[in-house]
């Protein structure tokens, strides 16, 4: 049987959701809010190590600046409450993304709720948030740059220069310290990565369901990660 320790979800169709009831958009995202707080007590109630959830990225700036600040706000008002359902679950918070491109209260309080959360030893949430996988992974190069990575790697044969690298670049990556994707998950219908963890899912099974994001719910989770256990993973080996 597979082991899954890390799952990845693109949480698509707030908008559409609330459009079909007649609603606003904002209406949608704050019912994708409570999705996040049962999708996140399932997986830590499952001993899953790692769950990384896409909340905005860094195209989303392109939005209108209504549905922006709505969301902007939603993660304050999430981060205010929240530190309860996290420290009764043992889970630890993390967020990945350009966070500097936060609001300074934004960027205050996901200090906070890390600083909080970072002894607890099950489920370890990333909350993508202003992150972009291109972002990542060039943020990750810079950093190699200003640590005079690559200097060292002249030094070596190229194999092990460009292993070298590679394990630099894994080191240096916001998920630094965590397991690959086993299980990328996306809801909505689209079936896409949209600059999500392209490093990080190199191996990951995929899985698009056209439910919406509101929708979703730990049952089908469940029916999810028992289409998982069934599939073959060969990791480019036979
Ligand atoms: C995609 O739906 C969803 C987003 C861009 C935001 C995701 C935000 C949440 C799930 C709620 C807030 C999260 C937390 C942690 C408080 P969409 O708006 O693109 O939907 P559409 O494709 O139907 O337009």
Redesign the pocket.
Known sequence: MNTLQHIAII???????ASAKGKN?TF??RQ??K??REITKYCAGQNIKYLT?????TE?WLRPKSEVDF?MK??EH?LQSELEVYQNNNIRFVVIGDVEGLSKKLQKLIHAMQDATTQNTGLTQF?ALNYGAKNEIARSAFSLYNRNVFAQAKTLKREQAIEYIAKNIENTLDTRGASDVDLLIRT?GEMRLSNFLLWQCAYAELFFTPT??PDFSAKELESILQDFYRRIRRFGGL
């Open positions: 949480m698509d169709g707030n908008g559409r959701w958009r949608g995202h994708g809010a999705v996040v959830l896409y909340a905005f990225s989303n969301l939603l993660l999430y909350l909505g919406l994001w």
